[in-house]
Every structure is written in C-alpha cells, then in structure tokens.
C-alpha cells in the first residue's frame, strides 16, 4: 500500500522531466533537419506496460501538459497522443510481452503513426502542415522513440511500483 501512494508523484515527476527535456534539450537535436519527440516515448512507454487504459490516459495527461507549452491548436497534441497511447497499449496487449526487441519496433512505429495523424489531424482544423516533412520528421521521431523507449519502459514499471515482468520471472524461479 505504501508504494501506490506514490505513483501520482512519480507519474507527474516523469511527464515534467520528460516534457522539461524537450524544451530544453531536444529541441536543439536535429535529425534530417527535425526534431524528436520525448514526451511521446513516455506514452509510448506507458502503453507498453500497462496496456491500453494506461496508454491512453498517459497520452491524455502528456498531450495536455504538452500543448501548454507548444504552438500547436489546443488538443491536437492531446489527441494524437493519446489515440497512440491507446495504439501501442492494443498492440503490446494482443503481443503478450514487453520485452525484447518489441519496444523498440513498436515505438519506432508508433513515431511514425503519430507524425501521420499529427500533420493529417492539423490540416484538418486548417493549421498548414507541409506533408512534404512528414517523412524526415516520422525518421526523426521514430529513431528518437527507438533509442529511447527501452529506458523509458523501465522508469514506468518504477514509476508504477511494480517489477517487470522478466525480473518478476526470474524471481520466481
């Protein structure tokens, strides 16, 4: 009982760091002339471990906290983010694992998905995207997320208090 009392915490610390670093730090990181995405790796993340109920509230809270500091319409960062989330969480589940090579694929994939609807969502509600970037910046987010998702599934399991699922194995052996 003593650790759930601190998950909010540790969750709101994560999503700060994660988004500080993104601001900060990342910004001036360019791959193919664009940019990573830091604060998707922790939804990402959180898909990967807890399924697709926490892959979208992730994406949610992150989105949000995000769109508060970015220039973007209000709520596309929400949205995508949190339509990722859920993504990741439906394809971890249906996959049974979290270890592995499959972190890394799945965010890989899922930098490219959210670069698509991201740019598709924006020229939507009339915000001029050039769909002629989509493909540096889906590199660029896809190869940010493939690096960085590994440590970022580890701090969520922290995060969560709970072990991974591979530690948990070998413990009980």
């Given amino acids: 009982m003593g650790r759930r009392r601190w998950v909010p915490a540790r969750a709101a610390l994560v999503v700060a760091a994660a988004i500080l670093l993104q601001i900060t730090l990342v910004s001036d990181l360019r791959i193919a002339g664009a940019v990573g995405d830091v604060a998707l ?3 990402v993340a959180a898909g990967i471990t807890g399924g697709p109920d926490r892959g979208v509230a992730y994406g949610f809270a992150v989105g949000l906290a995000f769109d508060l500091v970015v220039d973007s319409p209000f709520g596309l960062t929400v949205l995508t983010y949190a339509l990722v989330g859920y993504g990741t969480g439906l394809a971890s589940a249906a996959l049974q694992r979290t ?3 499959l972190p890394v694929a799945v965010a890989g994939v899922a930098g490219v998905v959210h670069t698509a609807l991201f740019t598709g969502l924006g020229n ?3 915000v001029d995207y050039p769909f002629a970037e989509v ?4 590199l660029a987010v896809g190869v940010v997320g493939a690096v ?3 440590p970022a599934v580890h701090v969520l399991w922290w995060v969560h208090g709970a072990p991974e699922p591979d530690r948990l194995e070998l413990m009980l052996r």
């Fill in 99 to 101: 270890g592995g090579w």
């Fill in 148 to 150: 960085l998702v590994l």
């Fill in 135 to 138: 493909p540096s910046v889906a």
């Fill in 41 to 43: 790796v922790v939804v």
């Fill in 124 to 126: 939507l509600v009339g």
